[in-house]
């Protein structure tokens, strides 16, 4: 049931950005854009969201383009303890709790 | 503010058992859902529960269920325990907004091994 599409994996080196890319093309007016990230067997950590206009804190930037149709997760400095599965998800708030995790994308950060 | 927290972390049962899991939210936050990860079928989403009602259900069979206590700490059961309930399990809470934007944090899971 996920509604966004993600390649299966990427590599990236250490202190070069990763940019990871989000098909959303499906997308409702009213669905945020979500990422989280999971490193093995812990619990998802949240990363950043957004709707329309692109984010930043201090973990990532999220760059949203103007068609909300797909979306890129930047780690300006890519770190070995980046490597992780990172999930993008659509969400619009009234799913009572259900988010809907794809397969995401394995990010490896090679030294 | 202390993360969402999960007992136990490990578990080891044998088919046919019963097990309980604990979920302790965020603090401030009333909503709390419980997901399923195993790695041929991903995360999948089980119940989520918000101020003692479960909102939301997933499709599981009935051996699975939980509750919410007025504090909003959860826990889940699974009776009878099948060998293809191994996984780990991890549970999230939010504010429980409907609408807008509601941010789930999640735990670091409970492991079940079933043999």
């Known amino acids: 049931d996920a509604k966004t599409t993600q390649p299966p994996s990427m590599d990236c080196a250490e202190g070069r950005a990763a940019n990871l890319p989000c098909n959303h093309s499906?997308?409702?007016?009213?669905?945020?854009v979500y990422w989280y990230r999971q490193i093995h067997s812990q619990g998802p950590q949240y990363i950043i969201h957004g709707l329309k206009n692109n984010e930043t804190n201090e973990m990532a930037s999220l760059i949203i383009t103007e068609d909300r149709k797909s979306s890129t997760l930047i780690l300006p400095h890519a770190t070995l303890r980046d490597t992780a599965v990172y999930y993008c998800i659509s969400d619009r708030g009234s799913t009572l709790g259900r988010l809907y995790f794809g397969r995401g994308t394995q990010l490896t950060v090679w030294p | 503010k202390a993360g969402v927290t999960q007992t136990p972390r490990y578990l080891i049962k044998t088919r046919g058992q019963q097990v309980t899991l604990s979920c302790s939210p965020i603090?401030?936050?009333?909503?709390v859902s419980w997901y399923q990860q195993t790695p041929g079928q991903g995360l999948q989403f089980l119940f989520e529960?918000?101020?003692?009602?479960?909102?939301n259900k997933g499709n599981f069979p009935g051996r699975f269920s939980g509750r919410q206590f007025s504090n909003s700490r959860s826990e889940m059961n699974v009776s009878t325990l099948e060998l293809g309930d191994s996984a780990l399990y991890l549970c999230?809470?939010?504010?429980?907004?409907?609408?807008?934007?509601?941010?789930?944090?999640f735990g670091p899971g409970t492991r079940l091994t079933v043999l």
């Open positions: 499906t997308i409702s007016g009213n669905e945020y």
């Open positions: 603090s401030g936050h009333r909503s």
């Open positions: 529960y918000f101020s003692e009602t479960q909102r």
């Open positions: 999230a809470s939010s504010l429980g907004a409907i609408g807008g934007t509601d941010t789930q944090y």
